[in-house]
């Protein structure tokens, strides 16, 4: 019903930004939340930002507020993570979902991305 593809991410030193996008395919795209999580090997995966489907509503995690920006573009069917002032420890794989109403829990999310890696060099 919903199909969600990831881009953008690579390799950045410390201190420097990515733009992550994510498309979406399938109708009402404007009526879901959307989300994005990172998880690192032996975490659990990890609530990140998240948008409402208006996207005057935006909500964060501590670790990445005022460096992190949520946004999107309902017209294209994509959502956006701008991440500035990088730190090792943000260093995952990326993912992103779409829920029905906000949550900052994995599993209210219904469709995911195949994830794209970020990793922050020291």
């Known amino acids: 019903q919903v199909q969600l593809g990831e881009s953008g991410g690579g390799l950045v030193q410390a201190g420097g930004s990515l733009r992550l996008s994510c498309a979406a395919s399938?109708?009402?795209?404007?009526?879901?939340?959307m989300g994005w999580f990172r998880q690192t090997p032996g975490k659990e995966r990890e609530f990140v930002a998240a948008?409402?489907?208006?996207?005057?509503?935006?909500y964060y995690a501590y670790s990445v507020k005022g460096r992190f920006t949520i946004s999107r573009d309902n017209a294209k069917n994509t959502v956006y993570l701008q991440m500035n002032s990088l730190k090792p420890e943000d260093t995952a794989v990326y993912y992103c979902?779409?829920?029905?109403?906000?949550?900052?829990?994995?599993?209210?999310?219904?469709?995911w991305g195949q994830g794209t890696q970020v990793t922050v060099s020291s």
């Open positions: 948008i409402r489907g208006s996207g005057e509503m935006t």
């Open positions: 979902a779409v829920a029905l109403a906000y949550s900052r829990s994995w599993d209210d999310y219904d469709y």
């Open positions: 399938g109708r009402t795209f404007s009526s879901y939340v």
